[in-house]
Structures are given as C-alpha cells and as structure tokens.
C-alpha cells in the first residue's frame, strides 16, 4: 500500500546524490516513493546519530508505503522502548508469509530462504543501526533485478536495534558534545562517554552475553523471536578499536566451538568469507580475519543460531566513537563506518541468496550430527531438580524451556550417586532429543577446548551455576509427561495463628517475601541456630536461618499480619507454618536470643568511574528485579559527603576506590558503630590494603626460572595465564548467617578474578573456603590452581558493632547465579547477625 508523503522534508538534491554515490554507487533504479533515510531524517546519514525512537518511526513507515515491508513489535525494553523486526520480501511471499514460517520450522527447503540481520547489540557501537536504516531503505526501494531476486527468494528479517536503550544512551552523548566543526581529537568529551557508557542495556548488563542467558526482556523477546522463525543465517554487527580496520568471518580456529559440527567453521565461514571480502574489496575498505574473537560461548548473537543448524556472522568495525576521530592514519568519520556495515548487510544477502543449497545443507548435517552423537553418548540423560526451593528449579527450566530443551517430568523418585530425585519436584532432559547441542552446553562442564585464551568463560554449565543438584543417567530412567510451560511454585496456604509463624528459608523467594514483609511494616526474626517442632503430628526440622514471625511483638495487630503473609505467601510461594506454641521439641525455643531480628537494608553502593559497572549493575538488578528492595547508587564523587549513618549497609563491587584517610576513617567508625560492609573481588584487596579488616591475601607464587619465549608468543603465553571464568567448588559453613537456607555445604562459584583470599586466623571467620581440588569445570592455567586450592572464598571480619564481609568472587556473575546470588542477600539481610564471638550468648540473655 502506497501512500502519499506529506511529512517529510525533501532536502537538497543534491546531497541525496552524494549519500547515494557513497553508500550504493552500483543502485540502478531506486523507486522514488520510497524516502531515503536522509529525507526522512533530515540530515546526511553519518552526520548525526539517529535516535532510537526516529528509527522505529522510519520502519513503520516503510511498513506504511511499501508491500515489501512487514514490522513486527517483538517486545519493549526495561526503557519501554519498543523492539521490532522486520519481515522484508515480496508482495507474493507477504501474502504467506505464516505459512513460510511453519513450513521453515518443519524444516522445508521448498520455501524462500529465512535469514536475519541484527543490529547494535552494543549501544556505543552505532554505526550498525545507521546501516540497518540504509538496508531497510535499500531493500524497500530497489528495483533491480538482484533485489527483485533476493526478495523472491528469502524473508529477510531485520532487527535494526537489539539494545535501544544503550543505544539512546549513547546517541545523546554523541550529539550533545558533536562540534560545528567537527572535533576529531581523540581527548574531546564527544568521543569519551561517561561512566557506564552505551555499551549495556539499563542495568549495565552486556545484552552480548545474554542469548544463553535470557535474563533481560530484550533477550527474551528476541529468543522468542528467533525459535519462531530459527533463521539460517544471522548478522551480529559491532565496532572496536579506533586505529583497526574491518573483521568479518572465520575467527580464530581455535576459539571454535568443538560441540558445533565443524562443517559451518570449515566450509560455510570460508565460503561467505568470499561474499564479504568481495564488498569490502569494491569500496577500497581494509579488512582482517582468523585473527580473534571466540566462536566459543553460545550466548553471542553471533553464535547462538550455530546451536540450531544455522550461521552467525560477526562483524566488527573500527570505532569513530563520535562523528569523527584521528587515528593513527587518517581520521575516521562516522560515514565511513556506517558504509562498512552497510556493505557487510548486502554482502550478506548476496552470499546467502549464492550459498542457499549449503546453508541447507549445514543444517542437515547439523541436525543429523547431533541425532548420532546423542545415540552415541554414553550420558543417556540428566536428572535434577532441589526438593527444598521449586522457585530456583522452576527458573532453572524456564531457562531450558527458553532454549527450546524438552524437559520431563521424573516418573519415579530415584536415587543417583547418593543424591534422592523426589517424584514431582525433579525433572529428567533425556540427551536423544533434537536440540541435544543446546543440552551439552546447558549441562556438560568439560568440554575440551583447542586453546587456553580465552576471550570471555571457559565454561558455562548452566546447571553449576544454578548450584543445581542433578546426576547423569547412563542408563534410562523412567520419564513422566512432557514439560509444555515453568511449572508454577505451589504451597500450602496459610492458616490464621494467635501466635506466630514460622518459615524455612531453603526457597530462593525467601528474601523476596522477607522484603515484603518488612515493607509491611512486619518485624520478621531469624533463628541461629535449628529447632524442631511437632507440626500437625509429626515432627519437623527448621534449619538454621529459619524465620520466626511472632503475633504479639508487632507493631501491627494479628490481623493485619495475617494479611501481610497471605498476600506474601500469594505473591512469592513462600510457605509461613502457623504454630500456637513456642515451645519446641528440640532445639532451642521460639523465644531464645538465638532468635534475632533480621535487618531492613538500607543501602548504598558507590558506583562510577573506576568501578566495574557490569557487578554493580548486576546488584542493581538482583534487588530490583527479583526482591523490590531500593538501594541508592552513589557516585564516588559524592562517597565522602554523604552520611554513612542513614544507610546500614554499603556494598563494594570491584573497583577503584578512595584511599585518603578521611574517607577510611569514617568508613571504619561507620563499621563500628554497627554498619555491615560488603566487598568483592578487587574491593576485598582495597579494604585489606586500607586495614579496614585485619584479613590476609594469599601470598602468590612467583614462577621461577622461567624459560625464555619468544616475543610473538607473548599475548597467548600470558593469556594463557587469566582466569577467564571457570567454576570451582567451597565448602560452605551452612550455620554461618552467609550461609542460611543452604542444606548442602557443597557449593558451584564462578570465578574470573584474581582476588586470592587467606584464609582468616579467626577459625570461624571463614565462611566458605575452597575445596583442596576445587576445579569443577573449565580451564584454569596450572600455576594458579594452587593459589585457588584452600583459599578463602568468604570471610568475615567483626569490629566493634559491625562487621565486614568479604567475597573474593562475584556471587551475581551475569544475574544468572542463583546458586550463589542467595550467598550476598543473606549479607544483606542477615549480615547484622554476625557479631564478635564475646556477644555469641544471643542478643540480651548475658548478665
Ligand atoms: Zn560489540
């Protein structure tokens, strides 16, 4: 459907032929009905950044004028920015176009070819979505006969931004400091954007790392998108370096996954390699390949579709990081980059159109690959599911859901290397199933590599990170119906008590319904150490942690508490057991100093520059997102001017931070006088070197008569050398307050720093400490394997009424460990708890 355009600014002719020239010097006929991007905007593309909300203006746009053009809203951002694709072929194929999409998921050859082109995953990298706009108008508007082709033969999907809100972010900057002239001096403002940058979604969170994840909306919607079209080919375009040229596949042959059949990275990479140098050759641009970037984790955009018979490409372009900036040869205008990616996008096309029967072929072979390596594996499936918290094993299968993994339900309770799988609260994904190449990467921690540098994790065993008790099956075990949607967490309701309810706290909502409570102005207390209690005629355990909730010492009346848990227990699945007594039948009783009341957190966390945004924004959004608790960001600038005492806790991530004295000092009398603060990583080391705990680093072992290497083998020998991310094993003291709700003092971290903590003189003053032979899975270079073995994992360190809490690793890694996210909450809420040995007694029982 055409329409006539009345709104658009038709600027000089003559620029419009220049644009044209530049970006698509070999276009023929291009239908004039259709705007330019330019006309549309209002200025040359590549001299301003185009912000997100006029990008999704021009594609409906294009949906409104041309019958090649379909958009889909495929969701909103946490910024409620909307996310769209759109589905580009021709007028015949429109009009069964659902058709084409079953009959693509069926695996039929006999329809077009369903490719995708994603965009600006990376919100400072903006040249991409600048060339989505000039591919989306290229494809509405040519009426040559290679697109006439294309359009007949492919749907072209098109998401031209795949994080919008750090796109915005970073497209204000850009334009608010752009110059008239333009600066290209590499120190101006314009090209050096402030603390966190553009690069992450709303959270900070690297949306690059999160297609295994799926912990952001983005993410979600954009999955959900893929497994209802499972593309052949995607696009994942970036920018890097100022001073590098251009990349594009084959990367580095060892960073191949070796769970992908090697066809796509042997064959079909060289192949489109050809397509891409043939662009870049046509406009004179340099290029490099084979070089870097890892093929190795599944949650890249440029990799997630190598886990389901498709190709991704990466494409990397060097930054202008503003409109325009020297580099070591000539400056690099924002044009310039934007006509790369461009060039990329129908290189792309072309190569797909040209290589269609093997992209067809890739995905036989992939699926039949896997088929034959699930028969042949001797893992026949996996078991797993925690009896104690159905809400961290209801998100486990989400996620597995998510990834299109057939998940069952156990058929009967069995028991597996010593550990029970109850029927109905455990789950079996047998290996013999399509998606048996996602089930690997989900579930195997040993998967053997070509190398040892790594570009990001070495591992990334999603059911390690869950801290998920699971077994491989080598023979089958009986399997109930299949799991179609998350089952939801069910519990007891609640009935009415006169007196108090008592809680375990094993589920991971715990710290939820907790927050909810205290919101409600419900004094919620928690138990030191276990007690047990006849329930309804039998008897039953509450471990240590366990919360007491009692009627009378409220500040609200019995009623309107019973309405607070009623509303929690709707809200969280939280199970709150009304008991009449406090008296117990073993342990100690309901009225015990042992019972302490749990803190209401206030706190702070100082972020900005120097600290690493990807940890506080993780924090960030743990409280948000999963407990409804505030915490306030404080930028470093302001960390010494604010009162400490309107907060109880402070939380340090890694990072840089204050070394004057005034600043330590007020930070240690805040400790003293009762505030609890918790470090990680980098943050542990500072507080160490600023004696504000009297706690030891290991003492690293320095490599002796080092054999002489030469230079070229340099950047691997040392990265060789990083803890790039693996997962080891502590042991965790369960009756520590750090410790609450955990039953197993076997514990999953995930390490990627080299904070080495000692161990603390003071013999309960370690919480968690590593196992002698702690590597669970992943690579590890030899030489720190040792300063890992025994470490202290958790320590905390009492001074006067308050304390400190030290975690060498980042227990929210990417918002997607659960495992051992409940290890920092319960610092937060039940770190008030822990108090110098002299004052063990309880709260008020010494004389
Ligand atoms: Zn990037």
């Known amino acids: 459907m055409k329409r006539f355009l009345s709104l658009l600014i038709i600027l000089s002719p003559l620029l419009a032929v220049a644009q044209a020239d530049y970006y698509y010097p070999t276009a023929k006929s291009l239908n004039k009905n259709i705007p330019t991007p330019q006309e549309f905007l209002g200025y040359p593309i590549g001299s301003h950044h185009t912000r997100h909300d006029k990008i999704v203006e021009y594609f409906k746009l294009l949906d409104q004028l041309s019958d090649r053009f379909t958009v889909e809203e495929i969701g909103k951002t946490i910024g409620h920015r909307i996310q769209l694709v759109a589905k580009i072929t021709s007028p015949a194929n429109h009009g069964k176009l659902e058709a084409i999409r079953k009959r693509n998921l069926e695996g039929g050859t006999d329809i077009p070819l369903v ?37 007949d033969e492919m749907v072209i999907l098109l998401d031209p931004v795949y994080n919008p809100d750090g796109r915005d972010r970073h497209s204000h900057w850009a ?68 001073s590098s040229s251009f990349y594009f596949d084959p990367g580095k042959y060892s960073s191949n996954n070796p769970v992908v059949p090697a066809f796509l990275y042997d064959v079909v990479h060289p192949k489109f390699a050809e397509y891409f140098s043939k662009g870049m050759n046509s406009i004179g641009s340099m290029y490099f390949t084979e070089e870097a970037f890892d093929k190795l984790y599944p949650g890249y955009g440029s990799s997630y579709v190598n886990f389901y018979g498709g190709i991704g490409f990466l494409f990397e372009q060097a930054s202008s990081r503003g409109h325009l900036q020297e580099t070591t040869t000539i400056p690099i205008s924002f044009g310039f980059t934007i006509r790369n990616q461009f060039t990329a996008s129908l290189a792309t096309i072309r190569g797909s159109m040209g290589e269609k029967e093997l992209l067809r072929k890739l995905r036989q072979n992939f699926y039949s690959s896997a088929m034959s390596q699930a028969k042949a594996s001797p893992i026949k499936g996996y078991v797993f ?110 009935t009415k008590s006169s007196y108090a309810y008592v809680a375990d706290l094993s589920d991971y909502q715990a710290h939820k319904a907790i927050q909810q409570l205290q919101a409600n102005d419900v004094i919620v207390r928690s138990s030191m150490r276990s007690f047990v209690m006849n329930i309804n005629g039998s008897e039953r355990t509450f471990p240590h942690g366990s919360l007491v909730i009692s009627v009378q010492q409220q500040k609200i009346d019995g009623d309107k508490l019973f309405e607070a848990l009623k509303k929690v227990n709707q809200s969280t699945g939280m199970e709150f057991v009304s008991v009449e007594t406090g008296l117990t039948s073993k342990g100690i009783d309901l009225g015990s100093g042992s019972i302490r009341t749990v803190n209401v957190p206030k706190i702070l966390m100082p972020i900005g520059a120097g600290v690493a945004a990807a940890e506080a924004g993780e924090v960030w959004h743990l409280l948000d997102q999963r407990i409804g608790l505030p915490i306030a960001k404080v930028d470093l600038l302001n960390f010494s001017r604010v009162n400490f005492s309107n907060y109880n806790v402070i939380v340090m991530v890694s990072g840089a931070y204050p070394t004057d004295k005034p600043t330590i000092d007020k930070i240690k009398s805040w400790v003293q006088a009762g505030g609890t603060l918790i470090t990680f990583k980098t943050a542990c080391e500072w507080a ?29 020998t040392e990265g060789a050398k990083q803890i790039g991310g693996a997962i080891f094993q502590v042991d965790l003291d369960i009756t ?27 013999p309960y003053n370690t919480v968690a400490q590593y196992t002698p032979t702690p590597l669970v899975g992943g690579y590890i270079h030899k030489t720190d394997i040792k300063n890992v073995a025994n470490s202290a994992a958790i320590i905390y360190s009492t001074d006067g009424a308050g304390r400190v809490i030290l975690f060498s690793d980042n227990p929210n890694f990417r918002g997607t460990w659960y495992g051992t996210n409940k290890l920092f909450l319960n610092a937060l809420f039940f770190g008030s708890m822990i108090s110098a040995p002299s004052n063990f007694g309880g709260e008020g029982d010494q004389e």
């Open 736 to 762: 520590n307050p750090i410790g609450f709700g955990y039953s197993d003092r076997k514990v999953s971290v995930y390490r990627n720093g080299r904070t080495f903590l000692k161990p603390s003189k003071i």
């Open 175 to 242: 334009n608010m400091h752009k110059g008239s002239p333009l600066v290209s001096d590499p120190l101006d403002r314009e090209h050096n954007e402030a603390w966190p940058g553009g690069r992450t979604n709303h959270y900070w969170f690297d949306l690059n790392r999160d297609w295994f994840l799926g912990v952001h909306p983005e993410s979600r919607n954009r999955i959900k998108f893929f497994h209802q079209w499972r593309p052949y080919v995607m696009t994942d375009h970036h920018e890097m370096g100022t």
């Open 115 to 151: 490719i995708q082109l994603g965009y600006n995953v990376h919100g400072n990298e903006p040249s991409s979505s600048e060339a989505a706009l000039m591919t989306a108008y290229y494809l509405a508007a040519s009426d040559d006969a290679e697109t006439l082709k294309w359009l």
């Open 688 to 716: 160490i070197k600023q004696g504000i705990v009297k706690e030891k680093l290991v003492a690293i072992d320095t490599v002796k008569n080092q054999k002489r290497i030469d230079f070229e083998n340099a950047a691997d």
């Open 385 to 494: 599911g925690d009896a104690k918290d159905a809400s961290r094993t209801n998100a486990f299968i989400n996620l597995l859901l998510m990834h299109q993994i057939e998940v069952y339900e156990l058929g009967q309770s069995v028991s597996l290397n010593g550990k029970a799988f109850e029927k109905g609260k455990s789950y079996i994904v047998p290996t013999e199933q399509t998606n048996y190449i996602m089930v690997r990467s989900a579930f195997e921690k040993d998967i053997v590599y070509r190398d040892s540098t790594f570009y990001d994790a070495s591992t990334w065993s999603l059911v390690h990170a869950f801290n998920m008790p699971h077994a491989e099956v080598k023979t089958p075990v009986s399997k109930g119906n299949l799991i179609k949607e998350t089952p939801l967490t069910s519990t007891p309701p609640i």
